[in-house]
């Protein structure tokens, strides 16, 4: 995740896209650049690092253009550095590009660009796009034949071609993924050509003068009127107007719209806190994290290229918090599906229990930040010990992607709230996703048919998790009722006693409510001497197999006055349950990552109802660097 910038009118550029950057910090900070015209030439200037190193590296003030592209990065391809930074130039130096999303098939463009006499410097999938632009309009300038294939193809119905256009959409018709694209060419003075796929893009509209953005808080202070890039759109930015076309290159009439946000309102894109953005942005981040690792239904990771699954005989999974219970959640994957014991630790007490490691032990380890003292100190351990490390993280060049063997990255985007959860629910779909890979290396073609079925359901999950999200009302209203208790208890089977975990998690640190989470079969054991009048228990039943079982355990909660909750996806129907929180339905496996949403959001808005500050709650770090 990354954020975005443009402007071309009647200002220097350079105070615009970088008061837009800073307000985009949100979406990434690990690099930063700007690309403006200059009489011909384009001038970029970029490095490692935060906005304020730009300002503090280069002589900005002395820079006169008025149009110009900016961008911040969240790493995904390639670790942050001068060299990865946004913009990336063509070979010719003709074509400058900063880009939003994620390339998927770039290894496959880099290929034929090499054999077409290119040559990329940079590890990102960006550097791409600038070249095979690069490619296409001198095609179309030099190939009459390719030429009117093109125009056929996109431009019948509009007369008077731009080249640089048509080359930006035979680019665009060649990349799979998602991107929203600003590309400056320096020959076209006083414009900035717009492609978007599934990231992203807004275009402001003002006198005289015109803006670009990823989110509308980058140009807010600009403008209050916008254009909503839609997916496959195009369009030509200049001073006096902008011009848009659908993917055929035909011209087409957008609306401009007015906002009436406040500064403060339009950092968070409309939402009143991180948390909440945080949750609606799910269906996105798992759609990135699923990325490139599934490819026709099969999976697909080339980083772990070189690990002997086979020599393993157990896994310990080592993470803390929200990470922990992803660890947990994901736990019997691994060992059903590539039958290997698997156990789960809290990073602080493995590296202090002399676990029993060797060379023939995987240890994963699960970070959202890549700095938790603990995860550090037992990954380093693990290593010391022979094990081969895995880790699964979202920042890219922290310190657990530095020390580990192998590294996974979800690609959350940066998660602000200190309640952890687009980072769980991606953690979730990575460690399924190496779960299946360890299966297939380890079983091999006999599990190949049950791979493909299960990469074809987790490929669906961002649609359903969407479908949860629709319904996030019934859980502010859920939250009014549950606000004032005192004690609340999470309850559920299998896979469905960790999602309660976490859940119980959530609601604590968010709410200050006391909060816990038993399997439901262990109520009878002891903790249902707590269970009286109207003490709320929410229940999480996603397998068929035990749904019944959890129900029973519900009921025999509710006959001792408890108010319950269920969250289920199966059709359970009993009157006695105060309570059904309907979620699509799926296979039990990935249940978990649509189970959660309903209490990630049940939490928010009870936190709400507190008039808690929902994104720092008291007492805690986003980042616990200290064991
Ligand atoms: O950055 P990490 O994923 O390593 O952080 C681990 C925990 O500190 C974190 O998940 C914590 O439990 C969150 N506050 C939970 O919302």
């Known amino acids: 995740m990354c954020g975005i910038v443009g402007y071309v009118g009647s200002q220097r550029a350079v105070p615009v896209l970088i008061n837009g950057l800073l307000s985009l ?3 990434g900070y690990d690099s930063a650049g700007l690309a403006v015209l200059n009489n011909k030439n384009i001038d970029v200037f970029k490095n490692q690092g935060r906005v304020k190193n730009l300002t503090d590296n280069f002589d900005l003030d002395s820079v006169a253009s008025k149009v110009g592209i900016a961008h911040t990065r969240w790493a ?74 093109q125009m056929l193809t996109y431009s019948t119905r509009y007369s008077s071609v731009d080249d640089v256009l048509l080359a930006l959409r035979c680019a665009t018709g060649d990349l799979t993924g998602s991107y929203a694209i600003e590309l400056l060419a320096s020959f076209s003075p006083d414009q900035v050509y717009i492609a978007k796929k599934d990231s992203p893009m807004v275009v ?48 087409i009439n957008k609306e401009l719209k007015s906002i009436e946000w406040d500064a403060e309102a339009s950092e968070k894109n409309g939402f009143d806190d991180y948390m909440l953005k945080e949750i609606f942005e799910q269906p996105r981040a798992i759609r990135e994290t699923i990325g490139t690792s599934i490819v026709d239904n099969a999976i697909a990771l080339p980083e ?91 920042v890219i060049g922290s310190s657990i992607t530095r020390v580990s063997d192998y590294v996974l990255y979800t690609h959350a985007g940066p998660e602000i709230a200190v309640a952890s959860t687009k980072a769980f629910t991606c953690q979730v779909t990575t460690l399924s996703i190496l779960a299946m890979e360890i299966a297939s290396k380890r079983i091999g073609s006999s599990i190949d048919s049950k791979i493909k079925e299960l990469c074809k359901e987790l490929s669906h999950i961002p649609d359903k998790v969407k479908e949860v999200l629709d319904n996030a009302d019934e859980m502010k209203s859920l939250a009014k009722e ?40 262990e109520f009878k054991h002891g903790p249902i001497a707590l269970i009286e009048k109207d003490v709320p228990v929410i229940g999480i039943a996603t397998n068929e197999d035990i749904n019944a079982k959890t129900v029973s355990n519900l009921l025999e909660l509710l006959t001792r006055g408890a108010n319950v909750t269920l969250v289920t996806n199966q059709k359970i129907e009993n009157p006695e349950i105060q309570h059904t929180v309907k979620i699509p339905e799926c296979s039990p496996l ?20 507190k008039g808690l500050d ?14």
Not at 363 to 388: M, N, P, R, W, Y
Request: net charge negative.
């Open 304 to 394: 772990l290229d070189g690990v002997d699954f086979k020599k393993f005989n157990m896994i310990y999974i080592v993470a803390c918090g929200t990470a922990m219970h992803a660890g947990l959640a994901t736990k019997s994957i691994f060992e059903n599906l590539a039958h290997i014991p698997t156990i789960v630790d809290m990073a602080s007490e493995f590296r202090y229990r002399n676990p029993l490691i060797d060379d023939k032990t995987l240890c994963v380890f699960i970070s959202q930040s890549g700095e938790t003292a603990d995860t550090i100190a037992a990954l380093k351990l693990a290593k010391e010990q022979g094990a081969t490390t895995i880790s699964v993280v979202n």
């Open 25 to 27: 910090e949100y979406r």
């Open 76 to 149: 995904t391809h390639g670790k942050p550095s001068d060299l990865n930074a946004h913009p990336h130039l063509d070979n010719s130096k003709t074509f400058a590009v900063v880009h939003n999303g994620i390339i998927e098939n770039y290894d496959k463009v880099k290929k034929f660009l090499i054999a077409n006499g290119y040559e990329l410097y940079s590890q990102t999938d960006t550097e791409v796009i600038p070249n095979l632009v690069h490619y296409y309009y001198n095609k179309l300038t030099n190939d009459v034949e390719f030429r009117q294939a």
């Open 204 to 251: 402001g509209s003002g006198e005289g003068e015109n803006f670009i953005a990823s989110d509308i808080p980058a140009i807010l202070q600009h403008t209050k009127n916008f254009y909503f890039i839609e997916d496959g759109e195009l369009g030509i930015v200049k001073p006096d107007g902008v011009t848009f076309f659908n993917g055929s290159l035909e011209k």
């Open 614 to 627: 929902v994104d720092k709650p008291r007492n805690l770090a986003k980042s616990v660097t200290v064991e």
């Open 482 to 521: 549950l606000y004032k208790s005192k004690d609340v208890y999470f309850t559920g089977r299998g896979f469905d006693a960790y999602v309660a975990t976490e859940g119980a998690l959530k609601l604590k640190e968010i709410s200050y409510i006391h909060a816990d989470s038993y399997p439901s079969g």
């Open 590 to 609: 990935f249940a978990s990552i649509l189970a959660i949403v309903p209490l990630q959001l049940l939490s928010y808005y009870v936190a709400k109802e």
